[in-house]
């Protein structure tokens, strides 16, 4: 199975950016193509996809919202960061039959 | 508006079987894939597998021999059986709409299963 890694947590500023950074074990695109995806979760709520494909924003999300990356190394960016968005996110990779997600990163407040 | 709803027991013994039933309105299960993911305590998500338009199925090998995903399009439903449960199947449980069968769009709200005696 590919395994995605994620650092735990990130300490933001309201205001400031958010970097929240994942590494696959393996590749996880297709030519062109960017089998990850983000997702925020909130307590006792489910996931919402945020980014799918690498860099694709779903639809109702936030334009400070992005994503990055290619090959091993992915990015989800908040830029600027307001309280609202104060959860967990996970990357989740589909170049395998068998998906995997990141172990989840908190964005907590500094 | 797609919406998913998560039913069914919160708490299994031991060796017996888990079943949930997932209820889609707003959007028909014979259009594109339909699954279950779980999230321990320790956040850790698993992706469990789906069943596509057609009916077929696709699972975790982690969990083949123990899983199955069935539907009933004229209720607009699909069900996870977990056979042989043990505690480590403790989780809350989502069903999801799996887009071009690669990311979940639409999630249900989740459904604590708790395996206990």
């Known amino acids: 199975d590919i395994v995605l890694t994620q650092s735990p947590v990130l300490a933001v500023s309201l205001g400031q950016r958010a970097t929240i950074s994942c590494r696959a074990s393996q590749s996880v695109s297709i030519s062109s193509i960017n089998l990850m995806h983000w997702y925020q979760q909130k307590p006792g709520q489910q996931p919402k996809l945020l980014i799918y494909r690498a860099s694709n924003l779903a639809s109702g999300i936030p334009a400070r919202f992005s994503g990055s990356g290619s090959g091993t190394d992915f990015t989800l960016t908040i830029d600027p960061v307001q309280a609202d968005d104060i959860a967990a996110y996970y990357c989740?990779?589909?170049?395998?039959?068998?998906?995997?997600f990141g172990g989840g990163t908190k964005l907590e407040l500094k | 508006e797609v919406q998913l709803q998560e039913s069914g027991p919160g708490l299994v013994k031991p060796s017996q079987s888990l079943s949930l039933t997932c209820s889609v309105t707003g959007y028909s299960i014979t259009s594109n894939y339909w699954g279950w993911i779980r999230k321990f305590p320790g956040n850790k998500m698993e992706w469990m597998g789906y069943?596509?338009?057609?009916?077929?199925?696709s699972y975790n090998p982690s969990l083949k021999s123990r899983i199955s995903i069935t539907r009933d399009t004229s209720k607009n439903q699909f069900f996870l059986q977990l056979n042989s449960v043990t505690t480590e199947d403790t989780a809350t449980y989502y069903c999801?709409?799996?887009?071009?069968?690669?990311?979940?769009?639409?999630w249900g709200q989740g459904v604590m299963v708790t395996v206990s005696s």
């Open positions: 999801a709409r799996y887009l071009r069968a690669n990311y979940g769009d639409y």
């Open positions: 069943i596509s338009y057609s009916g077929s199925t």
């Open positions: 989740q990779q589909s170049r395998e039959s068998t998906w995997t």
